[in-house]
């Protein structure tokens, strides 16, 4: 959840890494810190509480730390709260205070992840004479390496493997030993590394957007792997200390991409960058060149979907459309449920993991258990080269470039469009869908980047609106089926951005408990795309306003009066398979707008993070 950053080559570090964690902000953003080496001197390490910001005055911009080689974090507390002291970078020396400024350590070290037996493992370094300054498990880590590195008289990777064999746990660790000027040091179990050279020097990062600007030729570095990094070269080893040949991976992604492009926030754009995803993801999907051949889709017996967050709620959309166009049984299981769960699954069964990162902890360990059962695992991921990606037996690759924003929007919908199209694709090699329906499903989504674009287009009336949500305290987002899966996703964007409680619910479950929320003025949006159950969920809407609510709705095409509504949104008209593509849109921009009349952080909201890497 975290960023890292490193660089070591001829330049002054401190800019670099600056830029780098600026670009990382997202992974986590409530305390920043860097330590930069001069030469041989000790390093020099600043850290400071709050955003990049603070850092960046602090140090004018980098200019005050002199040195070519350094390391740099921006933090998302896990262990211990948000402070200097538990800021990274943490030093190995028995300081006092918070770990600023120059510390007589033999090593200085960045993390992300989560060490699972660091309490067992600080007690230990307590009795051999440690002393802390911070709760992190961090500071126990670099602790560790220092221990192994003093006691046994070993290189840099000796200390790190030995290191790694102790600790339990995820990480992507960074380290730079005074003893060794001009070099970084990695290692890393289940949290995301990348290493990119240049002809001159060398960068580290959590993720991609970091080093962009400098180089697209990176590595991943793999489990229980460790790495050493030098200006002009980069030497990976296992866990013996033997050295391992990695290959390079070249990132097609441009550094334009990661920025805001004129848009006052990377949410607008992702927003209004959605036409363009949605066209490239269905001209890059292709089941065959990826192995989904017609014979593995037609041994398909069953479907698990399983994701975190809103790559869970493309789950649930893509579940009424399989079951509905393919017939084939579908359930859909939160990734952190279904990785402690004993589901029975037969033969046949066919796992899909969703993941907009392909990092996020739940999500690979879902991954993984399902391979331990035997199952065949197929990814829906965005970022190439991730862990998932690299796990699964097959992987669709929804082309929505680098999402910097901490909600997602164009990867949620590049996502939805990879589900419908596997969908189609699977009903029709099972004969279910005929070659003429089968072209007109293809034809109409050939027709959505327009739609979508139409929708954007027409945003006026929706900023009206976010003007009277920005007042309310609590607000319900309604619909049946296919509507349903987008009220999760609604809701969830606006209670994570405006902070607004915000609950969604299948629309024939209000009588059940819900409705004795409803006061005066309360808004209820009932999102309504699917004639065949507009009515019903019309009718619950009428309920509501009874009450005193305020009525909201999104409805595809003509549908005629709907005259108890306060609010009316209409989008495109499309096959119903496809709907959820286009209502989501007016969502996003309402929990856009919304967040932005209540003076919010829209890219980076309060607690959380883009990339969950931690359990
Ligand atoms: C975080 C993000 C969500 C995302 C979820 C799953 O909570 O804020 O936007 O849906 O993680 O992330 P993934 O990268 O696996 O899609």
Same mark, same amino acid.
């Given at each position: 959840?975290?960023? !890292?950053?490193?660089?070591?080559?001829?330049?002054?570090?401190?800019?670099?890494?600056?830029?780098?964690?600026?670009?990382?902000?997202?992974?986590?953003?409530?305390?920043?810190?860097?330590?930069?080496?001069?030469?041989?001197?000790?390093?020099?390490?600043?850290?400071?509480?709050?955003?990049?910001? #603070?850092? $960046?005055?602090?140090?004018?911009?980098?200019?005050?730390?002199?040195?070519?080689?350094?390391?740099?974090?921006?933090?998302?507390?896990?262990?211990?709260?948000?402070?200097?002291?538990?800021?990274?970078?943490?030093?190995?020396?028995?300081?006092?205070?918070?770990?600023?400024?120059?510390?007589?350590?033999?090593?200085?070290?960045?993390?992300?992840?989560?060490?699972?037996?660091?309490?067992?493992?600080?007690?230990?370094?307590?009795?051999?004479?440690?002393?802390?300054?911070?709760?992190?498990?961090?500071?126990?880590?670099?602790?560790?390496?220092?221990?192994?590195?003093?006691?046994?008289?070993?290189?840099? !990777?000796?200390? $790190?493997?030995?290191?790694?064999?102790?600790?339990?746990?995820? %990480?992507?660790?960074?380290?730079?030993?005074?003893?060794?000027?001009?070099?970084?040091?990695?290692?890393?179990?289940?949290?995301?590394?990348?290493?990119?050279?240049?002809?001159?020097?060398?960068?580290?990062?959590?993720?991609?957007?970091?080093?962009?600007?400098?180089?697209?030729?990176?590595?991943?570095?793999?489990?229980?792997?460790?790495?050493? $990094?030098?200006?002009?070269?980069?030497?990976?080893?296992?866990?013996?200390?033997?050295?391992?040949?990695?290959?390079?991976?070249?990132?097609?992604?441009?550094?334009?991409?990661?920025?805001?492009?004129?848009?006052?926030?990377?949410?607008?754009?992702? !927003?209004?960058?959605?036409?363009?995803?949605?066209?490239?993801?269905?001209?890059?999907?292709?089941?065959?060149?990826?192995?989904?051949?017609?014979?593995?889709?037609?041994?398909?017996?069953?479907?698990?979907?399983?994701?975190?967050?809103?790559?869970?709620?493309?789950?649930?959309?893509?579940?009424?459309?399989?079951?509905?166009?393919?017939?084939?049984?579908?359930?859909?299981?939160?990734?952190?449920?279904?990785?402690?769960?004993?589901?029975?699954?037969?033969?046949?069964?066919?796992?899909?993991?969703?993941?907009?990162?392909?990092?996020?902890?739940?999500?690979?360990?879902?991954?993984?258990?399902?391979?331990?059962?035997?199952?065949?695992?197929?990814?829906?991921?965005?970022?190439?080269?991730?862990?998932?990606?690299?796990?699964?037996?097959?992987?669709?690759?929804?082309?929505?470039?680098?999402?910097?924003?901490?909600?997602?929007?164009?990867?949620?919908?590049?996502?939805?469009?990879?589900?419908?199209?596997?969908?189609?694709?699977?009903?029709?090699?099972?004969?279910?869908?005929?070659?003429?329906?089968?072209?007109?499903?293809?034809?109409?989504?050939?027709?959505?980047?327009?739609?979508?674009?139409?929708?954007?287009?027409?945003?006026?009336?929706?900023?009206?609106?976010?003007?009277?949500?920005?007042?309310?305290?609590?607000?319900?987002?309604?619909?049946?089926?296919?509507?349903?899966?987008?009220?999760?996703?609604?809701?969830?964007?606006?209670?994570?951005? #405006?902070?607004?409680?915000?609950?969604? %619910?299948?629309?024939?479950?209000?009588?059940?408990?819900? !409705?004795?929320?409803?006061?005066?003025?309360?808004?209820?949006?009932?999102?309504?795309?699917?004639?065949?159950?507009?009515?019903?969920?019309?009718?619950?809407?009428?309920?509501?306003?009874?009450?005193?609510?305020?009525?909201?709705?999104?409805?595809?095409?003509?549908?005629?009066?709907?005259?108890?509504?306060?609010?009316? $949104?209409?989008?495109?008209?499309?096959?119903?398979?496809?709907?959820?593509?286009?209502?989501?849109?007016?969502?996003?921009?309402?929990?856009? %707008?919304?967040?932005?009349?209540?003076?919010?952080?829209?890219?980076?909201?309060?607690?959380?993070?883009?990339?969950?890497?931690?359990?």
């Amino acid at each position: 959840m975290c960023g !890292i950053v490193g660089y070591t080559g001829r330049e002054q570090a401190a800019g670099i890494l600056l830029d780098g964690l600026r670009k990382l902000e997202y992974r986590g953003y409530d305390s920043a810190g860097i330590a930069v080496r001069n030469g041989a001197e000790q390093a020099q390490v600043v850290k400071t509480l709050g955003k990049l910001d #603070s850092l $960046i005055s602090l140090t004018d911009g980098g200019k005050t730390l002199m040195g070519k080689c350094g390391i740099g974090h921006t933090r998302w507390a896990t262990h211990g709260v948000p402070s200097v002291a538990n800021a990274h970078p943490h030093v190995s020396g028995n300081c006092r205070n918070t770990g600023n400024g120059p510390v007589e350590s033999a090593v200085v070290g960045v993390h992300n992840g989560i060490i699972e037996n660091y309490m067992e493992l600080k007690e230990k370094l307590l009795t051999h004479g440690y002393m802390f300054y911070s709760e992190t498990d961090t500071e126990v880590l670099v602790k560790l390496v220092d221990y192994y590195y003093r006691k046994y008289k070993i290189g840099p !990777i000796d200390a $790190i493997n030995r290191t790694m064999v102790r600790a339990r746990g995820s %990480y992507a660790l960074t380290l730079m030993f005074t003893d060794y000027p001009g070099e970084i040091y990695a290692a890393r179990k289940d949290s995301p590394l990348i290493i990119g050279r240049t002809e001159d020097a060398s960068f580290l990062a959590s993720d991609v957007p970091a080093i962009l600007n400098y180089t697209r030729d990176v590595y991943y570095i793999q489990n229980h792997q460790s790495a050493r $990094i030098t200006p002009d070269s980069v030497t990976f080893f296992d866990l013996n200390g033997d050295k391992v040949v990695l290959p390079e991976t070249h990132i097609e992604w441009d550094a334009l991409s990661a920025e805001k492009d004129g848009y006052e926030h990377f949410m607008l754009k992702e !927003i209004h960058e959605q036409p363009k995803v949605v066209s490239n993801t269905l001209k890059a999907l292709d089941f065959q060149s990826i192995g989904l051949t017609d014979t593995v889709l037609k041994g398909i017996r069953q479907i698990c979907i399983t994701g975190c967050g809103s790559a869970w709620h493309v789950g649930m959309a893509a579940q009424y459309v399989i079951e509905d166009l393919a017939s084939v049984p579908v359930r859909v299981e939160l990734a952190s449920e279904f990785r402690y769960r004993s589901i029975p699954f037969s033969e046949g069964t066919l796992v899909i993991v969703i993941s907009q990162s392909g990092e996020t902890a739940d999500s690979l360990a879902a991954l993984r258990k399902a391979k331990e059962c035997g199952l065949m695992v197929l990814a829906v991921v965005n970022v190439m080269g991730s862990s998932i990606a690299r796990e699964a037996d097959f992987v669709l690759h929804t082309v929505a470039g680098p999402e910097i924003s901490v909600a997602t929007t164009k990867a949620f919908s590049a996502q939805l469009i990879c589900m419908d199209l596997f969908a189609i694709q699977l009903g029709y090699v099972k004969g279910l869908i005929s070659q003429e329906k089968y072209d007109f499903y293809i034809k109409e989504a050939s027709l959505l980047p327009d739609k979508i674009q139409m929708i954007l287009d027409d945003k006026q009336k929706l900023q009206w609106l976010s003007t009277k949500l920005a007042a309310q305290k609590s607000m319900f987002f309604i619909g049946r089926s296919l509507d349903y899966s987008i009220c999760l996703e609604g809701s969830l964007k606006m209670k994570e951005i #405006s902070y607004i409680h915000s609950e969604a %619910y299948a629309a024939g479950e209000l009588k059940h408990g819900t !409705i004795s929320l409803i006061e005066e003025g309360t808004v209820v949006l009932g999102v309504m795309t699917e004639k065949s159950v507009l009515e019903k969920t019309y009718s619950n809407m009428v309920e509501c306003k009874a009450r005193g609510a305020y009525l909201v709705s999104i409805v595809s095409g003509n549908t005629g009066k709907l005259k108890e509504i306060d609010f009316n $949104i209409c989008i495109p008209d499309c096959d119903a398979v496809f709907t959820p593509s286009l209502a989501i849109v007016p969502l996003q921009l309402l929990s856009y %707008y919304t967040s932005i009349n209540r003076g919010l952080d829209v890219d980076k909201p309060r607690n959380l993070a883009k990339s969950v890497t931690v359990e």
